[in-house]
């Protein structure tokens, strides 16, 4: 009886598990709201999310193509350079500080 009891319970353990990591990870939510233009919401859910996590580059970057998005170019700048230190070979964060540059018209930092 014990054992089919401690059977019972990894198993539930394990579907746990497994139901866990089926769905979309929160940086695939988040990119989707990005593309739908739902930048407020992106941003939210970055904030949120970097409380537990402050040091990752995904979510500061993803915020900072939120904040690029809706043309607050100064807040996308100061994630991306964040970004940056973090993981300087992120060509993802170099376009869109490059792209953030560009549309400051300040073009040599852009370059």
């Not at 139901?19 to 739908?36: K, N, R, V």
């Not at 807040?75 to 170099?94: F, G, I, P, Y």
């Amino acid at each position: 009886m014990r054992s089919s009891s401690l059977r019972n319970i990894l198993f539930s353990c394990c579907f746990a598990v497994l139901l866990a990591s089926c769905g979309p990870s929160l940086s695939d939510i988040t990119t989707d709201l990005i593309d739908q233009g739902r930048n407020d919401e992106a941003i939210a859910r970055m904030k949120r999310a970097l409380i537990l996590t402050p040091d990752s580059p995904e979510y500061i970057k993803l915020m900072a193509i939120a904040y690029y998005n809706k043309k607050q170019y100064e807040d996308a700048a100061k994630l991306l350079q964040q970004v940056l230190k973090l993981d300087e070979e992120d060509d993802q964060a170099a376009y869109y500080l490059a792209a953030t540059y560009e549309a400051r018209q300040d073009f040599n930092k852009a370059i």
